[in-house]
T-cell receptor, first 113, second 114 residues
Framework: EAQVTQNPRYLITVTGKKLTVTCSQNMNHEYMSWYRQDPGLGLRQIYYSMNVEVTDKGDVPEGYKVSRKEKRNFPLILESPSPNQTSLYFC????????????FGQGTRLTVV | AQSVAQPEDQVNVAEGNPLTVKCTYSVSGNPYLFWYVQYPNRGLQFLLKYITGDNLVKGSYGFEAEFNKSQTSFHLKKPSALVSDSALYFCAVRDGTGGFKTIFGAGTRLFVKA
């Protein structure tokens, strides 16, 4: 089954404690992306990757890091989380054709206290 | 710059009635337009897309959308709403002239009352 898998689904952490949210896709997609979803703001792109070892900033990259060492994995790293990073996070993947839709993970609800 | 507007935070409709969820967009080139649906505690799921061709696009679960170039709109429609259609709906646009960035609207919550 084609899918994008995120872990964990829920996470409560304290300010400043480094964390990683994993994302893996089994569709051999080149393009992967991280979004955060906040009420009234829709989805905002954090980082994206066009392929292995190719990553770039989205609209709200501050406080986040990513890596793309393998095609299937695209982890999101928060080196020093802060309360304003409390949000619902989604990983997505797609092929790089212009007209292709994205496949989304189930989401990770992060709370930073 | 690309942008997407979903002017309604919430749409309420009775079961069996037709529904419309509105979306307008702005891109510099030809648009690629998408609708996604999000059910509670789930990720976004693709519903339908407009790339080129027929202005009326049909998608999953009986949904369709009409592309209107002059009004720069891509409204989502369904002839007869079901209670199970209650969810959060996102319109998204990608500029077809290049780049791969997709912009999402803020979302519209649809409530279908039995």
């Amino acid at each position: 089954e084609a899918q994008v898998t995120q872990n964990p689904r829920y996470l409560i952490t304290v300010t400043g404690k480094k964390l990683t949210v994993t994302c893996s896709q089994n569709m051999n997609h080149e393009y992967m992306s991280w979004y955060r979803q906040d009420p009234g703001l829709g989805l905002r792109q954090i980082y994206y990757s066009m392929n292995v070892e190719v990553t770039d900033k989205g609209d709200v990259p501050e406080g986040y890091k990513v890596s793309r060492k393998e095609k299937r994995n695209f982890p999101l790293i928060l080196e020093s989380p802060s309360p304003n990073q409390t949000s619902l996070y989604f990983c997505a993947s797609s092929s790089t054709g212009d007209n292709t839709e994205a496949f989304f993970g189930q989401g990770t609800r992060l709370t930073v206290v | 710059a690309q942008s997407v507007a979903q002017p309604e935070d919430q749409v309420n409709v009775a079961e069996g009635n037709p529904l419309t969820v509105k979306c307008t967009y702005s891109v510099s080139g030809n648009p690629y337009l998408f609708w996604y649906v999000q059910y509670p505690n789930r990720g976004l799921q693709f519903l339908l897309k407009y790339i080129t061709g027929d202005n009326l696009v049909k998608g999953s679960y009986g949904f369709e959308a009409e592309f209107n170039k002059s009004q720069t709109s891509f409204h989502l429609k369904k002839p007869s709403a079901l209670v199970s259609d209650s969810a959060l709906y996102f319109c998204a646009v990608r500029d077809g002239t290049g780049g791969f960035k997709t912009i999402f609207g803020a979302g519209t919550r649809l409530f279908v009352k039995a």
